[in-house]
């Protein structure tokens, strides 16, 4: 351990105790679970899946880098798990990535994963120089917003990367987020709540170390095949966050006068954001998140970057403001009083995209009025939309769940059967890692067919298919944890990109780069077997902890009607009857107990995890075969 | 031989890195600051007249989208490695901004770091075809003169903290497509620019 592939080394740090020290990543089998959401989850587990609430001391918070990472590609993410106070209706164990420059850093200065614990008795950032770790003052950062903080650390740390969270983790806001640069951010499960609660402001992070490959040959011929084949690393994905995705005349502004440059993480040749400026309001990069706000743009270039760069600034979750955007349509129709949500103005909103009623300046007013008051913790908003709906009565929150289908994030391309059911079984919005279903699986048959699965469903005119998709989902999550766990960018790792058959596959790619790197032959089969261990044992954390069974592997019902006006993604709702059959044999496709959905010893021997298999039996939880 | 010790302390490379050398404000105005040169060369100090100007890389900072590929390419392509600190080129990212300040050898026509080098044309040497100063591994004794005598902040000539042996950017001399950092950038942001364009 240590010498290829993983640093070998575990930086723990205990905020109430002040006690920093490492301990060896080949405790926890990085072999077998990689790094990112693998190793996360296997260390929570090797924890004991503390059942606290995510604003609990215990609640741990945890920072993986993988194998890949700090090398020149798309690898340059990490990934932030711990108990996400975002879910709903109960806080679950999920998991955030992020990338910009903090996953480099943190790998160059030596650590695989940071695992950070307790509670500060005031706010205090972490700062890691190499092997020098301390916990310094951040009393005169407190109350700053995401960008002023970073400015104020990195020059300090003379350029170093920095994780920080802005006014709304401070104030427990259960939608902040953790930001690095700008549109980097861990955004989905409310981790920078989490951070918050625990009094620490930021992470500092700079590295000087190196970073040895096992088979630089190889890596270098693989890298040279696909800079011949031009691409290195060029893919359809890049334009999802260059520019504006509402099209029309706010992107044509944006693109034509706006934009500065175009920009991306470290070490990363996709380069998949755009960077704006407009005086008055802001400069800052967006990805495809910030790239969609232009629906809810009150019309002008101006509305669409304010709602980007002052939620990124107070540091509040865009995706979730997505989801209010289109949730506060509830007003318009009459199912909630505006009073209840604490705010004065709504401008009409159409999600058609057509210009607004109110114009610029009272979508000025709102944003500003919203988004205060969710980073100032006062506006009911601030505990997520999922909670405000709940706590505004049935009709509210029936209107809700026609948007946030399940564990209270907003619909992500629930456009098929597939990612329907892989939405069912995730402990949040799993789609930070699943395109495969939009990018590839949906729309071509012929490339779905290549992996032996059912395809095409999206294709002419959307089709609800439920013959064979259990094999689907299962696939597509287990490609899910290993794209978590490499940990390889989403944009780059769809079954869509490098897909020259025979020779050049994505799974192909994958196993081959980390074989190069690691110097440990994954095999394609090797690799999907450990996708197929970090999922199950994702089930068994969720089993274990949140007693997670089959009932609650579901779709709000209201998928399963036709309701008008809603915003439901799919061409019919789900069938209920069908959906369980699908259910029953995706279950015993995975070597999950069809009853209760809990893993079986069969399965989890086969993947070798006994020692999972007796936890989960002396506890009472485990899948009778 | 003993590495002499310059009269005035320069950063080296290690130390702008971490920041521990100096104070290094943040920003695009105190990053083009750092690369200005203290002086290109000395009154008593030959140029090399025999070599025509040489080859050397020039960035493009409104094409450049601030990635780092170039460093990582280079760091791995020399040292089969990855890490800022093995590359011979260096970005600066200002991310608030998108400013992005390249740093990298000159190929200085008054070659400071050649005529510090106590085994000129045998350690550090000067490519007759392109005028590129490089090192040759084989017989440098890593003492750090060029470094010390370099005009840049920091240094563009570095010792290898491992090997110790002194490293800097040759344009990846003997390499079939030429510098690997341009090859490899999507942005187009780096070129390849002759002596006889640079003027």
């Given amino acids: 351990m240590g010498t290829y592939g993983w640093t070998g080394k575990i930086l723990r740090v205990d905020l109430t105790t002040k006690k920093i020290d490492t301990v060896p990543t080949s405790d926890y089998e990085p072999e077998k679970y990689l790094g990112g959401v693998g190793l996360n989850t296997k260390i929570f587990w090797e924890m004991g899946c503390p059942r606290v609430d995510a604003f609990d001391p215990d609640n741990p918070l945890l920072i993986s880098v993988g194998p890949v990472t700090g090398m020149a590609g798309p690898f340059n993410r990490a990934e932030v798990c711990g108990i996400a106070p975002q879910s709903y209706p109960q806080e679950t164990f999920a998991y955030s990535g992020v990338g910009g420059k903090i996953a480099s850093e943190i790998k160059y200065a030596g650590y695989d994963v940071l695992v950070i614990v307790g509670k500060s008795d005031k706010p205090v950032y972490l700062s890691i120089l190499n092997d020098v770790v301390k916990l310094e003052d951040a009393k005169p950062l407190w109350g700053l917003d995401t960008f002023e903080t970073q400015k104020s650390l990195m020059k300090k740390h003379s350029n170093a990367a920095v994780l920080t969270i802005g006014p709304a983790g401070e104030n427990l806001c259960r939608v902040a987020i953790i930001l690095n640069e700008t549109a980097s951010a861990a955004g989905q499960g409310g981790y920078g709540a989490v951070l918050g609660s625990k009094n620490l402001k930021a992470i500092v992070v700079k590295g000087t170390g190196t970073l040895k490959v096992a088979r630089p040959d190889a890596l270098t011929k693989l890298q040279q095949e696909r800079m011949d084949a031009k691409e290195w690393l060029v893919g359809g994905a890049q334009s999802w966050g260059r520019y504006p995705l509402c099209g029309g005349a706010i992107a044509a502004d944006m693109r034509a006068n706006r934009l500065k440059r175009i ?54 979750n865009n995706y979730e403001l997505l989801g209010i955007m289109n949730w506060l349509r509830a007003v318009q129709y009459g199912i909630v009083d505006k009073k209840k949500l604490g705010l004065t103005s709504i401008p009409m909103i159409d999600h058609a995209g057509k210009p607004q009623l109110g114009g610029q300046q009272a979508h000025h007013d ?29 009709a509210a929150q029936k209107f809700f769940n026609g948007i946030f289908p399940a ?39 012929k490339i779905a067919s290549y992996f032996g ?141 069809p009853a209760n959905g809990r893993p079986t010893r069969g399965k989890l021997e086969q993947l070798g995890m006994k020692s999972v298999a007796d936890k989960l039996q002396n506890a009472g939880r485990l899948g009778s075969k | ?30 990053s083009l600051a750092a690369c200005t040169p203290t002086a290109i060369k000395t009154a008593t100090q030959p140029t090399l007249e025999s070599v025509p100007g040489s080859t050397r890389i020039v960035h493009d900072p409104n094409r450049c989208a601030g990635c780092g590929v170039c460093g990582l390419m280079c760091a791995f392509y020399h040292e089969k490695e990855y890490g800022h600190s093995l590359a011979r080129n260096e970005l600066v990212r200002d991310p ?104």
């Fill in chain 1, 366 to 394: 709102f944003l500003t009025e919203l988004l205060h008051g969710m980073a100032s913790g006062k506006n009911i908003l601030s505990k997520g939309t999922a909670r405000a709906a709940e706590s505004l009565g049935p």
């Fill in chain 2, 96 to 199: 608030f901004n998108a400013a992005y300040t390249f740093h990298v050898c000159q190929q200085c026509e008054s070659a400071n770091c050649y005529f510090a080098c106590p085994k000129k044309d045998v350690a550090l040497c000067v490519d007759k075809k392109t005028g590129v100063k490089y090192v040759n591994t084989a017989e440098c004794v890593g003492c750090g003169r060029c470094s010390d005598a370099c005009p840049f902040t920091p240094p563009r000539a570095n010792v290898h903290p491992v090997k110790k042996v002194s490293f800097k950017c040759d344009l990846c001399r003997g390499r079939k497509d030429g510098p690997i950092c341009v090859e490899y950038c999507t942005m187009h942001a780096l070129r390849k620019v002759s002596g006889k364009e640079r003027g």
């Fill in chain 1, 453 to 593: 699965l059912p395809g095409g469903d999206m294709a002419g005119g959307k089709k609800m298919v439920y013959e064979r998709t259990e094999y689907q989902t299962a696939w597509v999550q287990n490609h899910q944890s290993i794209k978590n766990s490499m940990p390889i960018c989403e944009y780059a790792s769809m079954p869509s990109n490098f897909f020259h058959p025979p020779a050049m596959d994505i799974r192909i790619f994958e196993s081959s780069m980390l074989s190069a790197v690691t110097g440990v032959d994954y095999s394609v089969d090797r690799l999907w077997e450990a996708g197929d261990r970090i999922y199950t044992l994702r089930r068994a954390v969720a089993v274990m902890r949140e007693n997670r069974t089959r009932a609650q592997d579901d779709l709000s019902p209201v998928w399963f009607e036709r309701l008008a006006g809603g915003t439901k993604s799919l061409a019919e709702p789900l069938d209920r009857t069908k959906w369980e059959a699908l259910k029953d044999r995706f279950y015993v496709a995975r070597g999950w107990n």
């Fill in chain 1, 407 to 445: 564990w209270g994030y907003m619909n992500h391309h629930i456009q098929n059967v597939g990612s329907a059911l892989h939405w069912a079984m995730d402990s949040r919005d799993p789609y930070s890692s699943c395109h495969d279903y939009v990018s590839s699986f949906g729309p071509s048959a």
């Fill in chain 2, 1 to 30: 031989m003993a590495k002499k010790k310059s009269e005035v302390k320069k950063i080296t490379r290690r130390e702008f890195v971490t920041g521990a050398g100096a104070v290094l404000a943040f920003g695009a105005a105190s």
């Fill in chain 1, 263 to 316: 920009a991306g993480c470290h070490g990363c040749p996709y380069q998949c954001m755009g960077f704006y400026d407009i005086p008055g309001i802001g400069k800052g990069a967006q990805m495809c998140v910030e790239a969609w706000y232009g629906y809810h743009s009150g019309g002008s270039s101006e509305g669409y970057w304010e709602g980007n760069i002052l939620s990124q600034k107070l540091g509040i």
